[in-house]
């Protein structure tokens, strides 16, 4: 079981002897960088599809330019509901997840009784044209790093997320709220502008108790009492889909399970459902409410045990990178439209082929490194179209030999013998190589992601890695980040590889390629002993 006894800050310090903080803390800070890294993404890729097509919407959901402003017609906001709102939540860090314009946030601010405000939603242009009261963020990726709130609002939002999202929705709500939340789902049939997803309020209330919540109906009526939209409001006319509903008391989740989180406290949830009175829930003690908030926080707090934790935040640590990865794919090709090469230094399609001729595969190296690698499991990051490992494997002597590359289409062109990997973001959970190969591919990356590429590559290396940087003055397609060799060594030095003087000579000697004869270079990891280990491997370099 996780204990703790202090709730606000990591210490770092544990009586357990087997249990890493610092490890776990590392991987805590990762998963939510990635996760904030992957919200920016979208906002650039909702941008996009909104710009290059007629929808109101982007594939997600988010509203695009014109239907995000308030006096689009788009966006309703219940005056008369507000200052019941602002007295409910008087004293209470508040955030709206999907506040559109940010209408909420203003009227709610200006009668001074809540603590705090912040306000989100999907729609891609929303902090221009709310003004700036409105933050991006896409409700259907996991979201991780934003405070927790005391309550959380997310009034007709539901219905605008596609059903493959919805879990992760409502994973980012659950997550994110100390008290209570108020949601708003719209019912079947009930029409509305990207409506894609309405669903019936037993469905809702399904979900809701599947997930540790209970109603309470008396907090619910002095909502529903001062709302006058009639999806927000009690519908009289539907009796048989007006829930009968109760108050149940909350109890203490944590000292239910010896734990002494200060925000496993008081969870209460209201949902306003259309064509149903305002419903309030509260988290049931015996059930994974309480999970969330431990997924969920902005740091490790002070785990003194790990029972798992360590494990299940790396696993989403990896999942949320596996995601960036696939939404620069997309983003990528989209930019591909209208250029060469994309922003992050992947080639376009084009030029991706192997038939172009601007990737230069050296033959009589391939027969090097193929006796160099007899037995090991390789991993090539920025293999072009795959050539060097068609050929490698051709010769049978490596034990595996997988290639990466940045280029969006790389999958397509290199007839799938490459998957694709953004070397600019950070890679965790594809496996670790004995060896990596990267030749003439540094050159091509932004100087500004010139850390990320190397991290990676230095994570996932066991024994040393083959390397190729061109040099000031080499010249070649889209050479942005050139280096001298004298740069390149100390850098590896600094990072625990040294230069093998005697295994480059060899490995150059078996060259064609004037600037491969020049710029490559064996290095071998120095202590390989403190790495030897796959798990504390993956989760060391943070």
Request: glycine share 8%; charged share 25%; net charge neutral.
């Amino acid at each position: 079981m996780m204990k703790t006894n202090c709730p606000t800050e990591v210490s770092g310090k544990t009586n357990n002897p087997e249990f890493n903080g610092e490890v776990l803390n590392g991987v805590w800070k990762m998963r939510n960088q990635l996760s904030q890294q992957l919200n920016e993404m979208s906002r650039t890729v909702g941008r996009l599809q909104c710009e290059n097509s007629n929808k109101e919407t982007s594939n997600k959901g988010g509203w695009c330019k014109d239907t995000s402003y308030e006096d689009s017609g788009s966006h309703l906001t219940d005056k008369a509901l507000i200052p019941t709102l602002s007295s409910f939540l008087r004293g209470k860090k508040v955030a709206s997840f999907g506040d559109g314009p940010g209408a909420y946030k203003r009227e709610i601010l200006k009668l001074g009784q809540v603590k705090s405000y912040d306000a989100y939603d999907g729609a891609p242009f929303c902090e221009e044209t709310s003004e700036g009261r409105v933050k991006f963020m896409d409700l259907t990726i996991p979201q991780y790093g934003i405070p927790l709130y005391d309550w959380i609002l997310s009034l007709e939002v539901a219905e605008h997320i596609p059903k493959r999202y919805e879990s992760v929705y409502l994973d980012n709500i659950f997550r994110h709220a100390r008290a209570g939340i108020i949601l708003s789902w719209a019912t079947r049939n009930q029409g509305g502008t990207g409506h894609i997803n309405e669903q019936s309020p037993q469905y809702v209330l399904d979900i809701m108790e599947k997930n540790g919540f209970y109603r309470d109906e008396k907090s619910s009526k002095q909502l529903r009492k001062s709302s006058t939209l009639w999806w927000l409001a009690k519908n009289t006319n539907n009796e048989q889909d007006v829930l009968i509903t109760d108050v149940i008391l909350v109890k203490n989740y944590a000292m239910n399970n010896g734990l002494s989180w200060v925000w496993c406290l008081k969870a209460i949830f209201i949902t306003i459902l259309t064509a149903i009175p305002l419903v309030i829930y509260i988290v049931n003690s015996k059930t994974s409410g309480g999970q969330y908030q431990v997924y969920g926080s902005t740091h490790a707090q002070c785990i003194e045990s790990d029972d798992g934790i360590t494990s299940e935040v790396t696993k989403r640590r990896n999942e949320l990178s596996r995601q960036l990865n696939d939404m620069s794919k997309k983003l990528g090709q989209i930019e591909c439209e209208s250029q060469h090469v994309n922003k992050n230094g992947g080639w376009c399609k084009h030029l991706s082929l192997e038939a172009t001729g601007e990737h230069k595969t050296d033959f009589k190296l391939v027969k090097g490194l193929s006796r160099f690698l007899e037995g090991k499991n390789v991993g090539s990051f920025g293999d072009g179209p795959g050539v060097y490992k068609r050929e490698i494997l051709k010769l049978g002597q490596v034990k595996s030999y997988d290639a990466y590359d940045g280029a969006p289409f790389c999958e397509e062109t290199s007839e799938g013998r490459v998957q694709y990997m953004d070397l600019t973001i950070a890679q965790y959970g594809i496996p670790l190589y004995d060896w990596i190969v990267s030749l003439e591919v540094a050159e091509h990356i932004p100087q500004q992601y010139e850390s990320v590429y190397l991290d990676n590559i230095f994570r996932h290396a066991r024994e040393g890695i083959i390397f190729s940087w061109a040099v000031p003055g080499q010249g070649g397609m889209s050479h942005i980040n050139n280096k001298p060799t004298s740069y390149v060594v100390n850098l590896m030095r600094n990072n625990g590889f040294v230069k093998d003087e005697e295994l480059s000579i060899l490995l150059r000697k078996s060259t064609s390629l004037w600037w491969l004869q020049q710029n490559t270079n064996v290095y071998k990891r120095v202590d390989f002993q403190k790495f030897k280990n796959e798990t504390y491997m993956s989760q060391f370099y943070t």
